[in-house]
């Protein structure tokens, strides 16, 4: 009886096994087929001047704007989460755009609504705050804590920040890093900064429905913007920030 019980255990451990694993693989798939939509895409909701993607050239741009066929690093995810995403592939819905934090090796797919299908692929720009794309304003985007977020734990304050949208890109620096009751929506409000606030549950290990949330803040770095030849763009996005801010 004991050796048949054995069996059985074993049996049912590489069933697990291979189901992960597998999952693994599909989620790798969405992930890559998310990313290289998002930058193929040009949607005409892309509203700043041509100016700034000139200022974009070959030699300013990032190195990892090219397409990454690594595998995301899966190890600090909850099985709950990996099977998720795998069960989100093929899902409807096209990517808005990317984001990237180098530091911590973050790059995810933004799809547009935080809705648990978006939620379960990747990133989700949130309704109501500024769109990925548009002049000044705060764009908001979540994601859960035991994804790709979960990251979100090791980023420090003056790490870079990309978002990727329309084939350009903008370079942010982390500025806040907190915690807030879920009720707090005031992160989300429009700042006298063109910025990104990334929000997910937090603790991050915590059993159950995490009962706060953790917020990072990143500003737009206009000095590099400057550089690269959009002093005019990156005083008008500023100046477009502090109008949606006042009352």
């Known amino acids: 009886m004991l050796p048949h ?15 992960y694993g597998a999952a693994g693989v599909w989620a790798e798939r969405e992930r890559a087929i998310g990313l290289e939509r998002a930058r193929d895409e040009r949607p005409d909701a892309w509203s700043e001047p041509d100016a700034w993607s000139e200022s974009m050239d070959a030699t300013s741009h990032p190195a990892w704007a090219q397409r990454l066929d690594r ?58 705050t500024t769109l990925l794309g548009q002049a000044g304003g705060n764009i908001g ?22 978002i990727e949208h329309g084939g350009s890109s903008r370079r942010y620096l982390v500025s806040e890093l907190g915690v807030v009751p879920p009720t707090d929506v005031g992160v989300l409000a429009a700042t006298a900064t063109p910025s990104v606030t990334l929000i ?48």
């Open 5 to 19: 019980l054995e069996s059985l255990a074993w049996t049912a451990g590489v069933i697990l096994l291979v189901f």
């Open 71 to 128: 595998a995301p690093d899966q190890s600090t995810w909850s099985r709950k989460r990996i099977a998720a995403f795998a069960a989100s592939v093929g899902s409807p819905g096209e990517p808005v755009g990317v984001l990237h934090i180098p530091a911590v090796e973050l790059e995810v797919p933004v799809y547009s609504g935080a809705s648990e299908i978006n939620l379960n692929r990747g990133a989700a720009h949130i309704d109501g």
């Open 200 to 247: 997910t549950c937090y603790p991050f290990h915590f059993i159950g429905s995490a009962p706060l949330r953790y917020v990072v803040r990143a500003e737009l770095d206009t000095a590099s913007l400057r550089e690269a030849g959009g002093a005019e763009l990156a005083a008008s996005m500023v100046r477009d920030s502090r109008t949606r801010r006042s009352p």
């Open 141 to 162: 985007i979540a994601a859960h804590r035991d994804g790709f977020f979960r990251k979100l734990k090791d980023v420090r304050l003056g790490q870079e920040l990309f």
